[in-house]
């Protein structure tokens, strides 16, 4: 690295060049800069790229980097470095709100052999696949502190309803939490864990998806079949009630695939209005309409199988029709089910709580997934005034769901919690066994 580089204490001795240095701990996806050198990570062969530590190798970056920088500068960067990166964060929960900010200028002062905090309840964790956006991760990674570990006494769900503030912080900020590493095994834990915080439940009254009721709060998550993808969309973006948050349990994960890829709504609002600003100035003036052929009775042939008994939790028909119409949804009778038309709807959103605009629609699910016996594609989505969406912004939509989003494998035990304004979701085909169980609340 250089001739004569710090040690611990600050000293400078002498060193060999092309000193390898490591760094445990640090974040895959933010770079970390010393004057003239590169930090990449470690190659997989090491067998340490992506698992936690993990480490990044500093070393020059040649003739400039020698250049460049002298041995104080170095010294002042790597400590600078140093002092930035840290031991494992821990997240003081019980002080101050914590502290989640990993920008140098916003964030914690670098915990001192771990003893920031007087009690440890969520370590801040990192996943191969999570983005760094700005410069918060997403999604946000909590796993549990040693304390909460060496206290078997305690239960997940009391950690999170005496942190439920600062998780509530953090969900803002970043969009999504994975929550990894608490033992969550059953259904029944996971409605714990999504009681302690206390929301109330939201009726899954007019979504699409066939479910089936668990315990308590928990739902299957879409039971279509297997070998479809669900695309993008915010749950039950196309009626007027959806959730503002949105729970999944991993119980059984997939040998292949069955990912629950998420993406920041407002990324991909900005991507759109700037590659498509015409497009996208006549949907946010027109809104969408959508319009989506219900069965006689489930269909889990679909991945839109719900009957409109299913749908409106209900087997009256008039009954439906009210329901229906609280959804914002017309209702037409045909002879094997019945067609529902929902709309104009806006598009676009305001995400009042972070002062953005959100890409808040099922466009892209509707006109490419909402497919079945019963339904067209290209007709389940239509601008506002039921004039055809131009086909080529809306596969470009699609490009642009799948490049900004981000899709983790699921482990075991896992939760992803969800802002539902902020996030978009889907899931990949996967092959069974899988069980991926969610919760709906407001
Ligand atoms: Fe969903």
Not at 68 to 91: C, N
Not at 287 to 305: C, F, K, Q
Not at 388 to 415: F, H, M, N, Y
């Amino acid at each position: 690295m250089s001739d004569t580089t710090p040690n611990h204490a600050g000293t400078p001795r002498k060193l060999r060049r092309n000193m390898i240095w490591i760094l445990e701990n640090v974040h895959r996806e933010i770079p970390y800069h010393l004057h003239g050198l590169q930090t990449p990570l470690l190659p997989e062969k090491f067998g340490l790229a992506f698992k936690r530590p993990i480490n990044i190798l500093v070393k020059p970056s040649g003739k400039e980097a020698r250049s460049q920088a002298g041995p104080e500068e170095k010294k002042a960067s790597f400590v600078s470095v140093i002092a930035e990166l840290g031991p494992r964060r821990t997240i003081n929960t019980k002080t101050e709100g914590g502290c989640n900010d990993r920008r140098p200028e916003k964030g914690c002062p670098p915990l001192e052999g771990g003893t920031m905090t007087v009690e440890k309840e969520f370590l801040v964790g990192q996943v191969p696949n999570q983005k760094i956006v700005g410069s918060l991760a997403f999604p946000e990674v909590l796993n549990p502190s040693d304390v909460v570990q060496e206290d078997k006494a305690k239960t997940v769900a009391e950690s999170v309803k005496e942190n439920k503030k600062f998780i509530e912080q953090i969900l803002h900020k970043n969009g999504a939490i994975l929550f990894r590493g608490f033992g969550l095994k059953t259904a029944s834990d996971f409605n714990q864990f999504v009681e302690a915080f206390g929301y109330e439940e939201l009726p899954y009254v007019g979504g699409a998806a066939p479910r089936t009721n668990v315990v308590g709060q928990v739902f299957t998550s879409n039971e279509s079949p297997p070998d479809q993808r669900i695309p993008f969309h915010h749950e039950m973006a196309q009626v007027p009630e959806y959730p503002s948050k949105v729970f999944f349990f991993c119980e059984l994960a997939s040998v292949q695939g069955g990912e629950t890829p998420v993406v920041l709504s407002h990324l991909v609002y900005e991507r759109m209005a700037k590659e498509w600003p015409e497009f996208v100035r006549d949907l946010e003036e027109k809104g969408l309409l959508y319009n989506r052929v219900l069965g006689e009775g489930d269909d889990p042939s679909s991945p839109i199988g719900r009957g409109w008994q299913s749908t409106f939790l209900t087997r009256d028909r008039e009954e439906a029709e009210k329901r229906a119409a609280k959804l914002g949804m017309k209702l037409e009778w045909l002879e094997d089910g019945v067609k529902t038309v929902s709309g104009p709807i806006p598009a676009v959103k305001v995400d009042e709580a972070h002062g953005r605009k959100v890409w808040f629609n099922s466009m892209v699910a509707a006109y490419t997934g909402w497919e079945d016996s019963r339904n067209v594609p290209e007709k389940a989505v239509t601008f506002g005034d039921g004039t055809p969406l131009p086909r080529e912004a809306v596969l470009a939509c699609l490009k642009i769901l799948t490049e900004e989003s981000v899709s983790e494998p699921w482990q075991e035990g896992d939760v992803l919690l969800l802002d539902n304004i902020q996030v978009q979701h889907a899931r990949k085909p996967f092959v069974p066994p899988r069980r991926v169980l969610a919760a709906l609340t407001k």
